[in-house]
């Protein structure tokens, strides 16, 4: 069966703190990748999705994810964090078909200081 | 403006008292789903429906019913809740077949069963 691991649960930075957080998937196929945020009492909302091309894939908000296949990782990554980064981070991912239901990861939680 | 709204936001019920929560997306979506959202489990999915009169079971389809008789409504049905139900619920919906395509959540239902 697919599945998506974070790595991290709870992550916290200081302002101006570089981002990565870490996503691995199980499926040796084509696979859709997704990173989606979650900010305090709000809905997921989309960050960012690779299908195709380019490996290195730029979202909303200065974040971007690289995707390594032989790794089965999509990482995402920030070079400066902010406190409105503040969130609860999720990947997720579609391993094709025409459900196409997303598989997502158990989440980790970024907290910036300010 | 282009959205998916669920109702209630907020509900406190007791144990084996049926309830729905009504999801509703103006965007013409044919995919919809429902996910349940934990700590440290992050999103589960429930059920989902690839278009009219279509549903499936997700991951945690036990203890939950769904329709869809119209395009644009997917209620999610506790017949007799228990605790362990207890959770916050997203629905989300996007276009089509396309595995691709982004998904839009709702601002989420925050159930608690006593």
């Known amino acids: 069966a697919q599945s998506v691991s974070q790595h991290n649960h709870h992550v916290i930075l200081s302002e101006a703190a570089s981002l990565e957080l870490g996503c691995n998937y199980s499926y040796g196929g084509t696979v859709n990748l997704f990173w989606y945020v979650q900010y305090p009492g709000q809905h997921l909302q989309l960050l960012l999705k690779y299908f195709s091309g380019d490996p290195l894939v730029k979202g909303i908000k200065g974040f971007e994810a690289e995707f390594i296949k032989s790794k089965f990782s999509f990482n995402l990554r920030k070079p400066s964090v902010q406190w409105s980064d503040t969130a609860e981070y999720f990947c997720?991912?579609?391993?094709?078909?025409?459900?196409?239901?997303?598989?997502f990861g158990k989440g980790t939680k970024l907290s910036v200081k300010p | 403006e282009a959205q998916v709204t669920q109702n209630p936001r907020y509900l406190i019920t007791v144990t084996g008292k049926k309830l729905t929560v009504t999801c509703s997306q103006n965007m013409n979506h044919e995919y919809m789903s429902w996910y349940r959202q934990d700590p440290g489990l992050g999103l589960r999915q429930i059920y989902y429906?690839?278009?009219?009169?279509?549903?499936d079971k997700g991951d945690v389809p036990e203890g939950y019913k769904v329709s869809r008789k119209e395009k644009r409504n997917f209620p999610l049905i506790l017949e007799s809740p228990s605790p362990n139900q207890t959770s916050l619920y997203f629905c989300?919906?996007?276009?089509?077949?396309?595995?691709?395509?982004?998904?839009?959540f709702g601002e989420g239902s925050r159930l608690t069963v006593l």
């Open positions: 429906s690839m278009n009219v009169e279509v549903t």
């Open positions: 997720a991912v579609n391993a094709g078909g025409s459900q196409g239901n997303l598989i």
């Open positions: 989300a919906s996007r276009r089509g077949q396309v595995s691709t395509g982004e998904l839009f």
